[in-house]
């Protein structure tokens, strides 16, 4: 079940995104942070996706 605290972070904030934020490396060429940054955004994107059928299986048992 999903506690209180978590609906509240989910409904009111970004904390709840278990995804580092990005950081630029400028060292790098435009390629590999492009491929950096393509590969920051499917992690986002994935465990978005992931927590979405979380939350829409426990909507299910309800």
Known sequence: MISTEEKEAIL???KWIKVKRYKDDESLSWEDRYKRLNEHHIDETTFLINKVREL???????
């Open 12 to 14: 009111n904030t970004y």
């Open 56 to 62: 829409v299986s426990l909507c299910g048992k309800q």
